[in-house]
Structures are given as C-alpha cells and as structure tokens.
C-alpha cells in the first residue's frame, strides 16, 4: 500500500507496538464480515417475523383455510421476502466467507476445510435465496391458484429451511473441529466455541423429521422439528459474530505479534503478553 | 485446558477448583441436556393429555429391554470411570481393558436398541401408529444417534489411552482429553435413566 496522501496516512491503524498496519483494509473488512452475521440474525429473522408467516402453520391444515390466510397477508409475506433475500443471501454469505478466512488465519490453515466451509456457507445462503423467492412467488400468485397447489410452495418454504440439513450439519462440525484441532491458536476462537459449533450442527439432524409427521412436535412446525434446528443455527450465527466483532483487535494483534517475532525476535514482548493461552471469555 | 484446571501438585499455590476436563465439553452437554428436557417436557405435555392412549400403548413396550439397556449402559459408564482413573495412575494395561470394556457395552446397548425396533416393526408398530410411539421411535433414535456418537468417542479415548506413556502418572492435557471422552459417555448414560423412566416404566 502506498501512503499518497495524509489522509490515507492518518487511516491506516497503528498497532500497540507504535508499528504502521498495511492491511487496515484487510482488517475492517473482517469487521465488517463479522458484523454482517449479525446483521443476517436481525434481518432474516426479522423478515420471517414480519412476514406474517410465523408460528408456522400445521401441515395438516385444510388447503382451503390456509390459502384463505395467505392471501390476507400477501403484501405482508412479500415485504418479509424481500428481507430475507437481503439478509438470506446477502449477508449469510458475506458473513460465511469471512468465518471460512478466519478459521484459515486463526484456527487451522487445511485448505480442504477452507474449500468445505465456502462452500457449505455458500449452499446456506442459496437455500436463504430459495426460501424467500419461492414465497414470493407464493404470495404473489395466492389469489389466482388452487389451494393445493399454493399449500405445495407453503410446504416447499419450510422444507427447503429444514430438510437440506447435511450440508449445514457439515458446516458446523468443521467449523467444531477446525476450532477444536491442535492448530488453533485460541486468539480469535476460543474452545468453547468449537464444542458450540459442534452442538449446533447435531441438532440440524432433528430437520430431518419434519417429512414424516403432518402434526404434533416433529411436524414441520413442531417445537422439536422447526424450532429447535432454526433457533439453534440463528444462535450459532449470532454467538460466533459476537466472538468474530469482539476478538477481531485481540487476534489480529497476538498475529502480528507473531509475525514479528519471526522478524525480529526481541521485539514482541508486550504482544506476547496480549495472546489468551486459555479459554477466556468472549 | 482453562486456567483453572491446572491441577500441578506441590507447587505451593493454592488450587482452584478443578473442573473436571476441558471445561467445553460442559456446554455441549449442558445445551444438549437442555434440548432432551424440552422433549421431556413435550412428552409430559402429550402424555397428560391424553394419558389413557399413552398408558395402554406404553403396555405393549417390554420392559426388560429397558432394564437391560439401563444395567449395560451404568456398567458400560462405571467401567469408563474406572479406566480413567487407572490410566490417571499409569496402569495402562487395565485402562485399556476397562476401555475396552465399557466399548462393547456400548456396543452391546446398540445392537439390542435394533433387535428391539425390528420386533416392534416387525408387529406392525411404526413411528406414525400412534402419538406414544411417535416420541418412543424419535427420542430412543435420538439418544441411539448420541450413542453411536459415544462409541466412535470411547474408540477414541482407547486410542488415547493407550498413546500415554506407561508406568508414569499421565499428564494433564491427555488426560483432559481423556475425562472430556468419559463426560460425552456418562451424559448418554444419564439421559438414558430418564428415557428408561418416561418409556418403560408405567405409572
């Protein structure tokens, strides 16, 4: 980077050791990734809200009352659409692709689990995309189609936010383990954050239920089935951007710390010192 | 390993409280327990509304199977406790029996657990018969899943148990890793005893 004004001088972050950071881009861009996954927590989850289409209603409601319902809450169902596309796509994949770099920097570099991570982060954000374009459709069309038909893209909104759970099963785990694994240096992740990972990522398997039952807590729109999955995985998302926006200054610095030791060996005392050899908290 | 968990004798300090393993491992099984209780809580829920159906389906479940997944899974926990204590003296040779052991215990429950759904399946009995049998199939496949996890975990720990060194009393990250594998056991055991009370015993 190359200072031409000082204006850009007076930008770029200097670090405790009184050393220039070239990469204060670098660094507010991890910022803003992480506080892109909260964003996606307050915008997807408020788009469901106030789309009218929660509690979910029961898979064994008549065709007939459940159309009659949509199409009361047609402008509504649209408007929170719209934000789960924002938040669904938008933001889940701004937010994974910034997880998928900071388990590479911070906890474990196997670029194979860097590939898996984008990917299956990926996979969630089009799965966001689907659910808000098929209820837009949905909505948009509510007054003209059958029933039964309308019902069928009803069931498809929910089973495309329960029943693809593999791949998001596959994204918590590795998250788990990459953070659990001995490369972990801790500054950014600390353990507890991989067995969270991990606890997250089992409970995606009660999706899996949801195609068998028409009612009752393992129906589509169960306590069990719907609730525990959905309130799990917005959890995750939320506690790791937490951890993500409030580490981000303690890691990069215990990083640069490090750099510089490979540099200039007696130079990095007072980082040493900022490095979290244990688990502390957020 | 936590700060606290430090537990290096003689060195003249007062010693924290030990947590027992990686502290970690405590909120995987506290949130997990938690997502168990609220199923109890549907169950109970169901069971009070509708007691007559839930207690003449509950009299088709036998419950010798549920004694004897109860007996084998206590026996299966205790012998993983007594492992990690000989591998914590350095009796390698015994810890890994033990292991070994509470292993094909573990195994054992599993294999049982599918005889037990191949008669129920094979009388006709499936998840969609009724709301009783409903939460039966889905909570013992639930916590079958947590076991067949615990076995891939007890596996592990054998491996690790018998990575230590022989004869010298075991450091403290190993046998951090090692307690974090009995703690993952014993919570299957326990949340086991309270679906061996909801489902076999009738009230």
């Known amino acids: 980077?190359?200072?031409?004004?000082?204006?850009?001088?007076?930008?770029?972050?200097?670090?405790?050791?009184?050393?220039?950071?070239?990469?204060?881009?670098?660094?507010?861009?991890?910022?803003?990734?992480?506080?892109?996954?909260?964003?996606?927590?307050?915008?997807?989850?408020?788009?469901?809200?106030?789309?009218?289409?929660?509690?979910?209603?029961?898979?064994?409601?008549?065709?007939?009352?459940?159309a009659a319902h949509l199409s009361d809450i047609k402008?509504?169902?649209?408007?929170?659409?719209?934000?789960?596309?924002?938040?669904?796509?938008?933001?889940?994949?701004?937010?994974?692709?910034?997880?998928?770099?900071?388990?590479?920097?911070?906890?474990?570099?196997?670029?194979?689990?860097?590939?898996?991570?984008?990917?299956?982060?990926?996979?969630?954000?089009?799965?966001?995309?689907?659910?808000?374009?098929?209820?837009?459709?949905?909505?948009?069309?509510?007054?003209?189609?059958?029933?039964?038909?309308?019902?069928?893209?009803?069931?498809?909104i929910w089973f495309l936010f329960l029943i693809p759970w593999p791949p998001f099963m596959l994204w918590q785990t590795l998250t788990g383990f990459a953070i659990l694994s001995d490369a972990n240096k801790q500054t950014m992740f600390p353990r507890w954050t991989g067995y969270f990972?991990?606890?997250?990522?089992?409970?995606?398997?009660?999706?899996?239920?949801?195609?068998?039952?028409?009612?009752?807590?393992?129906?589509?729109?169960?306590?069990?089935?719907?609730?525990?999955?959905?309130?799990?995985?917005?959890?995750?998302?939320?506690?790791?951007?937490?951890?993500?926006?409030?580490?981000?200054?303690?890691?990069?610095?215990?990083?640069?710390?490090?750099?510089?030791?490979?540099?200039?060996?007696?130079?990095?005392?007072?980082?040493?010192?900022?490095?979290?050899?244990?688990?502390?908290?957020? | 390993?936590?700060?606290?968990?430090?537990?290096?004798?003689?060195?003249?300090?007062?010693?924290?409280?030990?947590?027992?393993?990686?502290?970690?491992?405590?909120?995987?099984?506290?949130?997990?327990?938690?997502?168990?209780?609220e199923m109890f809580g549907i169950y109970g829920w169901y069971r009070a509304d509708h007691y007559e159906a839930f207690h003449a389906a509950q009299s088709t479940v036998i419950p010798a199977f549920g004694l004897a997944y109860t007996v084998i899974l206590l026996t299966s926990s205790w012998l993983v406790v007594l492992a990690i204590s000989a591998a914590r003296r350095g009796a390698l040779d015994v810890a890994d029996k033990l292991a070994r052991g509470g292993l094909a215990l573990g195994v054992s429950f599993a294999v049982l657990k599918l005889i037990?759904?191949?008669?129920k399946l094979g009388q006709g009995i499936t998840p969609v018969t009724n709301d009783f049998f409903m939460f039966f199939f889905v909570m013992t496949f639930v916590h079958l899943l947590h076991a067949s996890v615990g076995i891939g975990v007890l596996v592990y720990m054998r491996r690790r148990i018998r990575a230590l060194s022989p004869g010298v009393s075991s450091d403290a990250k190993s046998m951090g890793v090692i307690e974090t594998c009995g703690i993952y056991w014993h919570m299957v055991d326990l949340l086991w005893i309270v679906l061996f009370a909801l489902l076999y015993l009738r009230g």
């Open chain 1, 1 to 66: 980077m190359t200072r031409s004004t000082p204006n850009e001088a007076e930008e770029l972050e200097m670090t405790s050791t009184g050393r220039v950071d070239p990469d204060s881009y670098d660094r507010r861009l991890e910022w803003l990734g992480g506080w892109s996954g909260i964003a996606w927590v307050i915008i997807c989850g408020g788009g469901f809200g106030a789309s009218g289409l929660l509690p979910v209603w029961s898979p064994s409601t008549k065709p007939g009352e459940l």
């Open chain 2, 116 to 119: 037990e759904y191949g008669t």
């Open chain 1, 75 to 156: 402008y509504q169902i649209l408007i929170g659409m719209l934000l789960v596309l924002v938040g669904g796509l938008t933001f889940l994949l701004t937010w994974s692709l910034t997880l998928a770099y900071q388990i590479r920097k911070y906890a474990n570099s196997s670029p194979l689990a860097t590939g898996v991570l984008i990917l299956t982060g990926l996979t969630g954000a089009l799965i966001g995309m689907l659910c808000g374009v098929i209820g837009s459709a949905m909505a948009f069309r509510v007054d003209t189609l059958a029933p039964d038909t309308t019902q069928l893209l009803y069931d498809l």
């Open chain 2, 1 to 37: 390993m936590s700060a606290t968990t430090s537990g290096v004798k003689g060195d003249g300090v007062r010693r924290l409280r030990r947590i027992p393993a990686e502290p970690g491992i405590w909120v995987f099984a506290i949130l997990d327990m938690l997502i168990f209780a």
């Open chain 1, 197 to 282: 990972s991990l606890w997250a990522g089992a409970l995606e398997l009660f999706s899996a239920l949801s195609v068998f039952f028409y009612n009752g807590p393992f129906s589509y729109n169960g306590l069990v089935t719907f609730w525990v999955p959905g309130v799990s995985f917005f959890a995750w998302v939320l506690v790791m951007a937490i951890v993500q926006v409030r580490r981000l200054p303690l890691a990069r610095a215990a990083l640069a710390g490090e750099s510089s030791t490979d540099q200039t060996p007696n130079d990095d005392t007072e980082l040493q010192s900022i490095r979290i050899p244990s688990v502390a908290g957020i």
